[in-house]
């Protein structure tokens, strides 16, 4: 039965909850906030998580660390974040293969991106270029198509590693074309590169952050880039699409998580917080120097593409055979 006294409690109960968001929000954060990364320092992710991380202690108003935690294609990384407490204090910093492409590459994947993290927002992205060495005899994409149909032996191409990106992207780009491909796969972009400059290899697919800097000290040549669009830092490529090549599109991209159960209330401070770290002069003058492209987005937003990326990936991975124990 309701009386007086019923009403009234139950009314400032209700006041008190719809203000409870906002006052969790308003307490985070109460001490250093720390960006986990999965990669040692001196990559390309924890670059970003260092360019960001005093513009975003600024916003916060507390100091925000960066913890390099390499190894197990992120797993330990993510262990270690899900391990602390759902309250915002420790971000899980990533990049294409801790979202999209480890979970279904590694036989044993120790946690679900989608489950046991939230999504904060995406960061930045990078598109992969198909580069050749500074001399090699192919001018162009037709050229290097021709050889890999014509040439006895065919075509070597080198990637970063057993389903990454540039090679997932090279059985992509071999199965549109045609030709006698060879995958030569490294422990990185650096020693990949290292030999397609070297004339050991052909060619490779390697984001426009690393391949930049060669391109424009001569050591490499670029034929294509593998997007949308052209990339600002390198505009007078052509993209595969503009050469009848369709659908062989990929790039990097990194973004920002938190453990689930984190309150809704501390995911927006830190969307808010990141999202205006990445309009700051300085850092926008920091990515774009190292062909990096913002893409912020909004929590739901990031959760999208999160999905989207994994569905696209996970079949290309089961077909091209790759797997790491």
Known sequence: MWNRRTVIFAAVATVAA?????????????RP?????????????DAVARALANKVGA??????????????????AAAYVRQQPADGHTIYVGATEMFAINPTLFRHFTYDPIKDFMPVTSLISSPLVLVVPA??????VSELVQQ??????????????????G??????????VGGNYNH?????????LQDVMGGQVDFMFDPVITTAPLISGKKLKPLAIAADKRSPQLPEVPT?????IPGVNAGVWFGAVVKTGTPAAVVDRLNDAITKAMKDPEVLKRFADQGMQPFPSTPAQFGNYMQAELTRWAPLIKASGASVE
């Open 33 to 45: 906030v720390t960006m986990v990364v999965p990669f040692p320092a001196g990559g390309i992710t």
């Open 184 to 192: 030569v796969s490294y422990k990185g972009s650096a020693p990949a």
């Open 167 to 176: 090679h997932l992207l090279g059985e992509t780009f071999r199965g549109k």
């Open 135 to 140: 001399n090699s005899p192919m001018g162009s």
């Open 240 to 244: 595969l699409t503009e050469l009848g």
């Open 18 to 30: 719809s203000g409870a968001p906002l006052a969790v929000a308003q307490n985070f954060p109460s």
């Open 59 to 76: 916003q916060l108003g507390k100091p925000v660390v960066v913890d390099n935690r390499p190894g197990g294609g992120g797993q330990i």
């Open 148 to 165: 890999a149909k014509t040439r006895s032996g065919g075509l070597s191409f080198a990637s970063q590693g057993i389903g990454s990106i």
